[in-house]
């Protein structure tokens, strides 16, 4: 094992703690003898115990995995206390506290802990900053408690790494055709049949999914068979709408969960750079916004739990109280006051010969770091002509890509923002194909190029792209419910439409017009034809489409769920 590295004093992940700060601290929980080899926490654990070191040192470590010796991440000495963001998130704990200099700890129960971070501004910031910067501390190598092996042009390969990426879980990439990632699989007996791989403390994964990752980890929220599990508030989606719901759900009293069948971010956390957002005039991306608002959310208490299916919504009545049951994938179900759906939509697929072969390893519907690292300096397309598609181009080419922007309309000015069409025209290395669609696809293991066919004159032209990145149309999330009011295309109605649609006896579902009747009121500010069951973001019919608006959208239909929930 290697020796213990220290934390600088004085730095964002170990702050100067100042007397009133340290003895603020000490009077939340008992003080406790430790001798060498005590152990705080170990691997596995759930819901730990908050420490502040009053005397003596502690090891923090990474154990020992198949491919890699046990290792010393941090030492914290006395006036210095323990913990990362697994205290907010209620993931398992990745690494061992051990005690390597007899001392005295004081131990604050982890509820007490959880309410001062909702209850006390000064000291959960500090906290919130503190454990922030230890969690990007075990991003790098040292903290790394989880393996992935895969295939780069692996579909399931990148569900995994995007996972782990979104959730912020420090894990290390090892791809199984180089030196690295073949040794790590012999290391784990598998064969390449088995991958993509995960190699945790105790745990060897094969053909590892987000699902089996997450409960390997404890960051699955698993339900009670006999709805034990209730909760003022359920929000179903975890992109800008419902983070915001969580948000003003927690912050204003409700018990609030947040549940997302891949990971939070939504379509927002494809974005590589939004700089039309309220208050960030530098701009930032879809992944910096998705962390900010996942921190937040926890700071007030919001449980989050992904990836976790919800398959179906029933309205029930429970101990003589109208209830919305959520039945999750699995068979595992919630109870919840009122229901917040906030499952967005997705990028449609393009139909295509070849399409499955190539989705996931060399046709994306994003573009973060992850995807741009494998691409940089090659040839790729991109497909769209709203924002998101010109965002899209100009991260690609600002890492060196030759871009072809494919648009099916005749002109990028009308769906996309000015100041963006403006850099795209300006931009030497990305050319506009307009009035054009993707006519086939070409490669072997990867892609290689594509053809194009203009829809004017039926020219077709072939240019390079190893990559192909897909922006087109959207097909909201609504699926997985039934008896519920929605337009031709699946958007949900809410609060006016609904009430149209019941006065014009067309769209809505069956019985709506009872439900309202026995209730003595009509739906509420971004109600669904289900009372309790609310609607924000891009799942609804009319919102824009924008994520600031996807925002006040969640903010505002908490408002109405106060409402409804008032009758109680």
């Known amino acids: 094992m290697t020796a213990a590295f220290r934390v600088p004093v004085g730095t964002a992940a170990n702050p100067v703690l100042d007397r009133a700060s340290f003895q603020r601290l000490l009077a939340l929980g008992a003080s406790e003898d430790v001798t060498v080899g005590d152990h705080l926490f170990s691997v596995g654990d759930t819901d730990p115990d908050f420490f502040v070191m009053e005397a003596g040192a502690v090891d923090i470590v990474r154990e020992a995995t198949g491919t890699s010796p046990a290792r010393t991440v941090a030492q914290w000495q006395a006036g210095e206390f323990l913990g990362e963001m697994s205290m907010l998130t209620g993931q398992a704990s990745l690494l061992t506290a051990r005690i390597s200099e007899a001392g005295r700890v004081c131990r604050v129960p982890n509820a007490t802990f959880k309410q001062i971070m909702s209850t006390d501004g000064p000291l959960s910031d500090l906290l919130l900053g503190t454990f922030r910067a230890r969690r990007a501390l075990l991003m790098n190598a040292a903290g790394r408690a989880v ?25 290390r990439w090892l791809d199984v055709s180089t030196d690295a990632g073949r040794a790590a699989l012999a290391a784990t007996g598998l064969a390449e049949d088995d991958l993509p791989v995960v ?10 999914t987000p699902r089996l990752l997450a409960d390997a980890v404890g960051l699955r929220f698993r339900g009670g068979a006999d709805g034990g599990d209730r909760f003022d508030l359920v929000v179903v989606g975890a992109g800008p709408a419902g983070l915001a719901a969580g948000i003003y759900g927690a912050s204003e009293g409700l018990s609030t969960l947040v549940l997302d069948a891949l990971a939070p971010g939504g379509q927002a956390a494809a974005s590589s750079r939004i700089e039309n957002y309220l208050g960030f005039p530098a701009g930032l991306s879809g992944a910096e916004l998705t962390e900010l608002g996942i921190v937040q959310a926890l700071k007030f208490g919001v ?31 919630v109870t919840a006051r009122a229901v917040v759906v906030a499952t967005g939509a997705r990028y449609r697929r393009l139909p295509l010969d070849r399409w499955d072969d190539f989705e996931g390893g060399s046709i994306f519907f994003a573009t973060t770091e992850l995807e741009g690292r494998d691409c940089a300096g090659k040839p790729v397309a991109v497909v769209g002509g709203a924002n998101s598609a010109g965002q899209a ?8 890509c030759t871009v072809s922007l494919i648009v099916r309309g005749d002109s990028i000015e009308v769906k996309m923002s000015s100041y963006l069409v403006d850099r795209i025209v300006a931009h030497e290395r990305i050319t506009v194909h307009t009035s054009t669609d993707v006519s086939a696809l070409h490669g072997g293991d990867h892609l290689e190029s594509i053809s194009l066919t203009s829809s004017q004159t039926g020219a077709t032209l072939d240019v390079d792209a ?5 922006f087109v149309g959207a097909v909201p999330g609504t699926s997985w419910l039934t008896d519920i009011a929605v337009d031709d295309s699946g958007f949900l109605l809410t609060d006016m439409d609904v009430a149209a649609a019941r006065a014009a006896s067309r769209n809505a579902a069956p019985a709506a017009a009872d439900r309202w009747e026995v209730l003595g009121r009509s739906p509420l500010p971004f109600e669904t034809s289900i009372p309790r069951v609310f609607a ?9 489409k924008r994520i600031a608006a996807a925002t006040g959208e969640g903010a505002s239909a908490v408002a109405s769920v106060h409402r409804a929930i008032a009758r109680d």
Not at 200 to 208: D, F, L, R, S
């Open 147 to 171: 393996e992935i092996v895969g295939r780069a042009a692996s579909a399931s390969s990148m569900t995994l790494r995007t996972y782990a990426t979104r959730m912020e879980l420090p894990h």
């Open 199 to 208: 190699v945790t403390q105790g745990a060897t994964i094969a053909q590892a």
């Open 303 to 333: 449980r989050i739990s992904a990836p976790t299916g919800v398959e179906g919504l029933v309205s029930v009545t429970d101990d003589g109280a109208d209830r919305i049951r959520i039945d999750l994938t699995g068979g595992e179900h």
């Open 393 to 400: 181009a100009l991260f690609l080419a600002d890492l060196g």
């Open 466 to 470: 190893n990559a192909l990145f897909c």
């Open 536 to 544: 924000a973001g891009d799942v609804r019919l009319g919102s824009m």
